[in-house]
């Protein structure tokens, strides 16, 4: 299941097992990026915090970052990211998704 900008606040089931990818575009040229803002619990969402970036096109163009999980164990979590600039105090972006795992 790929999940974008559409699924902000969204509750999303999962069944265990399920891979989840959510994938946010940004203009890094602009120094606009997403980071994830609260890592997931860990043992419910497996995978990795940092993201993975896709170029869009040459430079300055928008590219997608794509952080994937798998639904691990039976239980609730919240997927948060906050977009902008590292040096600036507040984003002017959020996605937050709520993740409800069952067990298979």
Same mark, same amino acid.
């Given at each position: 299941?790929?999940?974008?900008? +559409? %699924?902000?606040? $969204?509750?999303? +089931?999962?069944? &265990?097992?399920?891979?989840?990818?959510?994938?946010?575009?940004?203009?890094?040229? %602009? @120094?606009?990026?997403?980071?994830? $803002?609260? =890592?997931? +619990?860990?043992?419910?969402?497996?995978?990795?915090?940092?993201?993975?970036?896709?170029? @869009?096109?040459? =430079?300055? %163009?928008?590219?997608?970052?794509?952080?994937?999980?798998?639904?691990?164990?039976?239980? *609730?979590? +919240?997927?948060?990211?906050?977009? @902008?600039? &590292?040096? *600036? =105090? $507040?984003?002017?972006? &959020?996605?937050?998704?709520?993740?409800?795992?069952?067990?298979?």
């Amino acid at each position: 299941m790929v999940l974008n900008e +559409d %699924a902000n606040g $969204r509750l999303v +089931d999962l069944k &265990q097992g399920t891979t989840i990818e959510i994938s946010l575009s940004e203009k890094p040229g %602009a @120094g606009y990026v997403w980071l994830m $803002r609260s =890592p997931s +619990d860990s043992r419910i969402l497996k995978g990795n915090s940092a993201g993975e970036v896709t170029a @869009g096109g040459p =430079p300055g %163009a928008n590219s997608t970052r794509a952080w994937k999980f798998v639904a691990a164990e039976p239980g *609730e979590t +919240d997927l948060e990211f906050d977009y @902008g600039r &590292q040096w *600036e =105090p $507040r984003p002017i972006r &959020q996605f937050h998704v709520h993740i409800r795992v069952q067990a298979e």
